[in-house]
């Protein structure tokens, strides 16, 4: 069984609306997850970071961790076509490498 | 200031041959990573490096893969014996402690021929 498990997509939304992007995870020993955004051809970059339960706002971004449920998510309000990208969810647990998903390719269409 | 740096950005090998990879991490950071990304896949998680520690090695698909890091800064991924299975981008990341936001490399995208 995967560690980290994503829907890989590819998901569409119309620019403006709300992207919601979900992440599940096996190990209930998971401490902390990230959120990042990898653009074509490009390295990821860290969105979010999330360590507690409950929501954590930033910006257009929100990140959503329940831990009993064992899912993480990325919400993006007011989406732009410049947010259209690959968006990997990862988790550590309390070891020294992330576990990454395989990603959900977002596209926001104008 | 200046983040992680990769090279070669791009490589091109046959098969059999060996290749090396440089990371220079951010200066200061005492983790380093490597992943290893094939084409429309996630990261695949190789090898950690944090300080003088012993490496963990436990994400290296095989023997022909190894690491060092000289100094606690630079790091080196050499692939022996390259297989057309190796082709893939590999990312290097660093952190300032174990645990902490990664920063990643541009990578270098590998590809066996």
């Known amino acids: 069984q995967k560690e980290v498990e994503q829907n890989s997509g590819p998901l569409s939304v119309p620019e403006g609306a709300i992207a919601s992007l979900n992440c599940t995870y096996s190990?209930?020993?998971?401490?902390?997850f990230f959120w990042y955004r990898q653009y074509s051809g490009k390295s990821p970059e860290l969105i979010m970071s999330?360590?507690?339960?409950g929501d954590k706002e930033d910006g257009r971004f929100t990140a959503q961790l329940n831990k009993a449920s064992q899912y993480v998510s990325l919400l993006i309000r007011d989406s732009q076509p410049s947010d259209s990208a690959t968006y990997l969810c990862a988790g550590r647990t309390g070891a020294n490498n992330l576990f990454f998903g395989t990603g959900t390719r977002l596209t926001v269409i104008p | 200031g200046a983040g992680v740096s990769q090279s070669p950005s791009n490589k091109v090998t046959e098969k059999g041959k060996d290749v090396e990879l440089r990371c220079d991490p951010i200066s200061g950071h005492t983790a380093l990573y490597w992943y290893r990304q094939s084409l429309g896949q996630g990261l695949e998680f190789l090898i950690y490096?944090?300080?003088?520690?012993?490496?963990?090695k436990s994400g290296l698909p095989s023997d022909r893969f190894s690491a060092e890091r000289t100094g606690g800064s630079v790091s080196t991924l050499t692939i022996q014996r390259t297989q057309q299975e190796d082709s893939a981008v590999y990312l290097c990341a660093s952190s300032p402690f174990r645990g902490e936001t990664q920063y990643f490399g541009p990578g270098t995208r590998l590809l066996v021929l």
């Open positions: 999330i360590y507690s339960n």
């Open positions: 190990d209930r020993g998971s401490q902390s």
């Open positions: 490096f944090q300080g003088n520690s012993a490496p963990d």
